[in-house]
Each structure stands twice: as C-alpha cells, then as structure tokens.
Nanobody
Framework: QVQLVESGGGLVQAGGSLRLSCAASGRTFSSYAMGWFRQAPGKEREFIAAITWSDNTEHADSVKGRFTISRDNAKNTVYLQMNRLKPEDTAVYYC?????????????????WGQGTQVTVSS
C-alpha cells in the first residue's frame, strides 16, 4: 500500500515558479515509477511528467523545457519544478504511483493517487 500527499501548490503570477512535492509512504516506493498529472476545470486529467527509480524521465510536450520531475528515494519524495508558468498551467496537480518500475503516460497505468494540489497562475 502506498499513500501519496502533494504540497507546494498556490497562486503565482505568469512567468513565476513553483515546486510541488509528493511525499510517499510505503517501503517499496523506490521501485515504483512515479508521475505527475493535472486536471483543469472541464478538461480531462492529462499527463505531465514521469520518472523511474533510476531517474529516467519523460515530460509532456506542453511542459518540456519548463517543468522538471525529480525524486529523492531516501526521502520518499517526488518533485515537480515548474518554471515560466503560464495561465494555461492552472489546474489541480496530482501525484501518482505505478506498481511497476517503467514509465507510463496513461492515467490508467497508475494505481495510487494523491488528493491533488491547486496551482493557479494569474496573467
């Protein structure tokens, strides 16, 4: 069993930065691939980034070059550094964990989910 708790969301002006954190419980955290998704009002939940235990990463085209996913296995924590934020980045951001070690971009590939943290970018 894995429990995920996100933090770090908030209100920021366009062009600003935020770092989201996802604290995970569970002794097998380091073996799971982890991901970040987001969901804006009226839209589907979309893939943002994912990372394996060995730090292989993948980022969605919409955030590539602006967002960076990372993890600290010693702290059981995954991060999402978000730079040059845009109003269209406004959404609830969710941390998720697979039960496998490989990267996946589909929502259905993730088994555990956090409660989400709100990110609002003002213009």
């Amino acid at each position: 069993q894995v429990q995920l708790v996100e933090s770090g969301g908030g209100l920021v002006q366009a062009g600003g930065s935020l770092r989201l954190s996802c604290a995970a419980s569970g002794r097998t955290f380091s073996s799971y691939a982890m991901g970040w998704f987001r969901q804006a009002p009226g839209k589907e939940r979309e893939f943002i980034a994912a990372i394996t235990w060995s730090d292989n990463t993948e980022h969605a085209d919409s955030v590539k070059g602006r967002f960076t996913i990372s993890r600290d296995n010693a702290k059981n924590t995954v991060y999402l550094q978000m730079n040059r934020l845009k109003p269209e980045d406004t959404a609830v951001y969710y941390c998720a964990a697979r039960r496998f070690s490989t990267i996946a971009t589909m929502r259905s590939a993730y088994y555990y989910w956090g409660q989400g943290t709100q990110v609002t970018v003002s213009s």
